[in-house]
């Protein structure tokens, strides 16, 4: 009798001993998001929420960027992971910054030009002689210019108004068109009722259906922890795809973790970015070489970087699994 207690004894020692060793083995990681949480996170908080990064052993903590940049915070090593966006990544290679791309969010480009319908803006011809509110993105008035160009058209025929943030308050007041992502600004405009009109910048030239926002690391990070990499991309792919089959119950999951967002605009959202997350690709996550060559060389023609970059290092789909 006395020897089965025993026996007993030393395997629940064992047992608390494996748990114990189990726990303390779970790998800790942050992700840095490149802003306030929105409907672009809502993998990464599903994630979270239903255990996908605890069924990969990872503790992951979710950060929002405060006062520093996500690329910098990313490339100092201080945050593991970030959400980030494709001229981002170039740009930083460019610099000598090693980023990595390693997902992307959103399939294709949902972003474009927007005007109240009251406006008689419906293209790029009718930039001329408008105010335009701008975010002050390095990028964004070099495309501006590119579209204006198609149009016989140039952007000192606009007045750039700078800083501008929110579009339902200065459109039509501060600024004429603005850039917003349709999968948040529009589809609210929807719901209240204000009618616009929407351009695309996907449909004006191709090369600007580039990923935005994408999902990065440090090129030294990734060498030293791929298989943490993937644990971390497997569990956050399995986030995006609970998103696409069901938005509404993901989107009551990032309401619940981000309680200040407005819900209608998030159920919009996420009905609207169920679509779109994956669109027409292999799977969630997957980056294209045309996609990546195509706008590192058009930023490099418009002179938006001062050094050609390796374009196979800047991303990789190797720590997703199809």
Avoid at 23 to 34: E, N, P
Avoid at 146 to 157: E, G, I, P, T
């Amino acid at each position: 009798m006395k020897q089965t207690i025993a026996i007993a004894s030393i395997i629940i020692l064992l047992c608390l001993s494996a748990c114990g060793k189990s726990q303390s083995a779970m790998d800790k990681v942050s992700i840095t998001l490149d802003w306030t949480p929105n409907t672009n996170h809502t993998g990464i908080y599903v994630a979270q929420e239903l255990g996908y990064f605890t069924d990969q052993n990872l503790e992951v903590e979710i950060q929002q960027p405060g006062q520093g940049i996500t690329d910098q915070i990313v490339a100092t090593g201080k945050s593991q992971f970030g959400v980030s966006y494709q001229e981002n990544v170039i740009r930083a290679r460019s610099e000598g910054i090693p980023l990595v791309s390693i997902a992307a969010v959103i399939q294709h480009n949902t972003s474009g030009f927007a005007a109240l319908q009251e406006s008689g803006i419906t293209s790029p011809r009718d930039f001329a002689g408008k105010r335009y509110g701008s975010w002050d993105s390095p990028s964004e008035l070099a495309i501006l210019e590119n579209v204006m160009q198609q149009y016989d058209s140039s952007l000192d025929q606009v007045e750039i108004v700078s800083g501008v943030y929110d579009f339902f308050s200065t459109i039509g007041r501060d600024a004429d068109f603005e850039w917003i992502y349709y999968g948040w600004d529009g589809v609210i405009a929807e719901q209240r009722g204000i009618k616009i009109n929407y351009i695309p910048l996907r449909e004006l030239n191709p090369v600007f259906d580039y990923y935005t926002p994408v999902l990065i690391s440090s090129e030294a990070y990734l060498k030293q922890h791929p298989d943490i990499a993937k644990a971390f991309l497997t569990a956050v792919k399995k986030g995006y795809e609970y998103c696409i089959s069901n938005p509404e119950q993901a989107a009551d999951i990032l309401i619940k973790h981000v309680p200040e967002l407005n819900p209608d605009q998030v159920k919009l959202s996420m009905a609207y970015l169920a679509g779109q997350y994956q669109a027409d690709a292999e799977y969630w996550g997957y980056q294209s070489n045309d996609v990546w060559y195509g706008f590192a060389n058009w930023m490099s023609d418009a002179q938006l970087i001062q050094e050609p970059i390796s374009v196979s290092d800047a991303y990789t789909n190797e720590y997703l699994t199809p």
